[in-house]
């Protein structure tokens, strides 16, 4: 019995060790250097993804308009996750002196694609949709599209401005119509000085209450009900993590005088701030998007972050570099601290990182790392925190998936580390199952050592036979109705 214990323990021992030896079998490990100081545009290009609207056909009130597009990326590396966001303007008549000022009006602004996944150096088509308000007058306007790289880093034109924008495409709308109640541009204040929207935003200090003015007017003879929203972000309305407050409200409009409207941002924790206001007079909008920065009031922000190529290549470096800058206006913000991560997406193994402690400038800096992997790698996640003054701001992640920016019939395949642990479970499960039997006596001991290895050895060849089933993205891109 005791020579039968022994041989149960032996072989216990034996299995642990060749399980260790398989659970200890991973890809090979990349090397990072340390973190060095670059240019960011070295590396990060602003109009390096560009949007090309074509010409529509025939646009009614009440329709939908059709836009075809073809979005190009001339980076070296892949842009994953973009968003194509879009204002719709209605040229004004009111003199180029005015135009200059304030732009045109935006009768509407929303993400027309999201998800957008392109390969480096290459283009995709699509058509970006707008349903026109059966209300809308007809004229001149203007289509605008804005790019973001990974739904958060401008990449082509700033959508918090009326001005400074990606590709443009004139259209008509025909039809009949012409009253409208919109929101009136020339009548915007910022604690009580007047607002320019294609000037440079108005400071205030730290932490005053900024009283934003504005008026509400109407070319209708009868007086009409509006439903107007106020949401105040920081930075930018490019994501909902980003909204402070935001406040619905109905009020009546005649169009005898313009109705008088206000709000008060008392919120004084970040430098940058974006007021956007939106009126709906059955379903005809107006949109207002006012900026303002707060005084003595600094914060890092991450300007872009990206690998400089993909797939990541046995031999070959690869940079993963992050670009960023003082969002307020001192020359420098201190108190930072930026920590990225290059993680295998299916091993979750660490490829390379960085932390970088110390002043941010306001002009935009940039750090790296060089990563050089001892095999080709497809699949990998890239991650950011973003620290002020030991406090989490901000956290990003990237992720770079083989069958999205490549397509499924360029992946090799590739062990699924999701299913290591079901394997070694199940292999646990077996041994157990035999060193009972061979303790019940329905098993003779000098068997159990080399069943134990067959179930080891087959464990570790089914583990390396499984392939990640990808599963069908269709297009690359997707893309709703705004």
Request: hydrophobic share 40%; glycine share 8%; net charge negative.
């Amino acid at each position: 019995m005791k020579k039968q214990s022994f041989i149960q323990k032996r072989s216990l021992v034996g299995f642990l060790l060749i399980l260790s030896l398989f659970v200890s079998i991973a890809p090979p490990q990349a090397y990072a250097e340390e973190s060095q100081e670059v240019s960011c545009f070295d590396y990060y290009q602003f109009g390096s993804v560009q949007v090309n609207i074509a010409t529509p056909s025939g646009i009614f009130s009440g329709t939908r308009a059709d836009f075809p597009i073809v979005i190009k990326n001339n980076n070296d590396y892949p842009i994953i996750n973009g968003a194509v966001y879009v204002k719709i303007f209605r040229k004004s008549g009111l003199g180029q002196s005015s135009i200059q000022k304030n732009g045109h009006d935006v009768v509407d602004q929303f993400v027309a694609a999201k998800e957008v996944t392109i390969a480096a150096n290459s283009e995709i088509t699509a058509t970006l949709f707008w349903d026109v308000p059966a209300g809308m007058p007809t004229g001149d306007y203007q289509i605008a599209a804005f790019f973001l790289a990974n739904n958060t880093f401008e990449i082509l034109g700033l959508p918090f401005t009326d001005d400074i924008t990606g590709a443009t495409r004139d259209f008509k709308i025909s039809g009949e119509l012409s009253q409208r109640v919109s929101l009136s541009k020339g009548t915007v204040s910022v604690d009580g000085n007047t607002f320019m929207f294609a000037g440079m935003p108005p400071f205030v200090e730290k932490d005053k209450p900024v009283v934003i003015e504005y008026d509400l007017v109407s070319t209708f003879a009868n007086p009409q009900k509006v439903t107007v929203k106020t949401t105040l972000y920081y930075w930018d309305a490019s994501q909902e993590k980003k909204i402070i407050e935001s406040e619905t409200k109905e009020v009546a409009v005649s169009s005898n005088a313009p109705t008088h409207l206000s709000f008060t941002a008392t919120d004084s924790s970040h430098p940058v701030y974006l007021l956007v206001v939106e009126s709906d007079q059955n379903g005809v909008k107006s949109f207002l998007n006012i900026r303002f920065v707060r005084q003595e009031v600094n914060e890092p922000r991450v300007n872009f972050l990206a690998l400089s190529s993909y797939p990541l290549k046995k031999g070959e470096p690869t940079s993963v570099f992050a670009c960023l800058h003082n969002s307020g206006i001192d020359p420098v913000v201190s108190g930072s601290e930026l920590q990225v991560t290059l993680r295998d997406s299916k091993s979750k193994e660490i490829l390379g990182s960085f932390t970088y402690i110390g002043d941010v400038s306001g002009n935009v800096m940039a750090r790296k790392i060089d990563i050089t992997p001892s095999k080709d790698i497809f699949d990998v996640v890239l991650e950011a925190k973003l620290l002020h003054n030991g406090e989490i701001i901000d956290e990003i992640s990237i992720p770079y998936g083989c069958t999205s920016i490549l397509g499924a019939s360029a992946c090799p395949d590739s062990t699924s580390s999701s299913s290591y642990p079901y394997i070694i479970g199940g292999i646990f499960v077996l041994i157990l199952a035999v060193l009972a039997f061979v303790g019940r006596g329905m098993l003779k001991p000098k068997v159990a050592g080399p069943l134990i290895l067959v179930v080891v050895l087959a464990g570790l060849v089914l583990s390396q036979g499984l392939t990640q089933k990808a599963s069908a993205v269709g297009e690359l891109y997707g893309w709703y109705e705004g």
